[in-house]
């Protein structure tokens, strides 16, 4: 199933986060490994400590460099199903050889940015962008399968192991051969492709649609695929890990781009007896300044910049 692409990569970093779940289980290595992670990925969770890697080794890629990564770890309270999380979570982007730290909350439906000091506030349009506007009523994601990150659906011909521990908890690891289609739609539906077009701010000039083709295409470039999912001992996802490595066709025209890897890690360091302890920023500025900000550091006009031969 095509999933609506409406989420940008920071917010959906953390809503991803925020919608771990786990099932109830004694043992998960006295399961079938397909039940395991269809169940760990339906249950609900109120509360956790996450952490969530994304990471992009993509050799000539334009002014954000070969090496790309967004990192960010904090707490998470589900507050309800129909209610927007609460959450602070310290937040580190690296790329073209700099580092951006920042901090990124949401209190009272508000979601807030600090960074070098200085803090600014998402408007409700780009709440709504990034599928995490107030209206009333509306369900929120409060597990894996409802976010749209389906791990039983990512592995076929399923195994299990001893796994690491995380959080001081024991794990099996479930690994298997991958369904890089699956894989593909899952990780695209937490991409900035629709919250981008949706968004006056950015040129979306070149931004390629997220058509079925394009989907395909996307898929066949992948050379190889790995995917690891870590459950404990009472069922719960502990870790969801794909690492893609691809090759660009070479039909495809006016790209530096060649060939890359990127790496998705999803952690739950802790599951339940988790808090939020934030205040909300005085007077905060616009969020549209913080991206105009960005942009004029990274010289981008338009999206397509990103990767098209200078």
């Not at 999380?85 to 807030?112: C, H, I």
């Not at 070098?116 to 597990?143: H, N, V």
């Not at 794990?171 to 289609?181: A, D, I, L, S």
């Not at 870790?239 to 530096?256: E, I, M, S």
């Amino acid at each position: 199933m095509r999933r609506s692409l409406t989420r940008s990569l920071a917010a959906a970093s953390i809503a991803s986060v925020l919608a771990v779940a786990g099932c109830g289980g004694d043992d998960a290595s006295n399961t079938d490994p397909k039940t395991v992670l269809g169940e760990a990925a339906a249950k609900k969770i109120d509360s956790a400590e996450v952490r969530l890697k994304t990471a992009a080794n993509i050799p000539g890629f334009p002014i954000l460099g070969s090496e790309i990564a967004i990192e960010g770890h904090g707490p998470f309270v589900a507050n309800g199903s129909d209610a927007l999380p609460e959450f602070d979570w310290n937040v580190v982007m690296r790329a073209g050889g700099q580092t951006f730290p920042a901090r990124v909350s949401g209190l009272d439906g508000k979601v807030y940015v600090e960074f070098m000091g200085q803090f600014y506030e998402a408007d409700p349009e780009q709440l709504e962008q990034i599928g995490l506007d107030g209206g009333a009523g509306k369900p929120r994601p409060t597990s894996l399968a409802e976010f749209g990150i389906d791990p039983d659906g990512w592995l076929t011909n399923v195994k299990v192991s001893d796994g690491d521990d995380i959080g001081g908890d024991s794990t099996k690891v479930v690994t298997g051969r991958v369904n890089k289609q699956e894989v593909v739609e899952d990780l695209l539906a937490l991409g900035p492709v629709e919250a981008l077009r949706d968004s006056d701010d950015v040129d979306i000039d070149g931004l390629p649609d997220a058509s079925d083709e394009n989907i395909d295409k996307a898929v066949k470039a992948i050379d190889s695929a790995k995917v690891e999912v870590n459950v404990d001992d009472e069922g719960y996802p502990r870790r969801v890990y794909a690492k893609l490595r691809f090759t660009v066709p070479k039909d495809v025209k006016d790209t530096a781009i060649k060939s890359g890897t990127i790496v998705f890690d999803l952690t739950l360091e802790q599951i339940g007896d988790v808090t939020v302890n934030v205040e909300p920023p005085f007077d905060p500025d616009p969020l549209s300044d913080l991206l105009d900000f960005a942009r004029t550091i990274f010289g981008i006009e338009k999206v397509s910049d990103l990767w098209q031969k200078p």
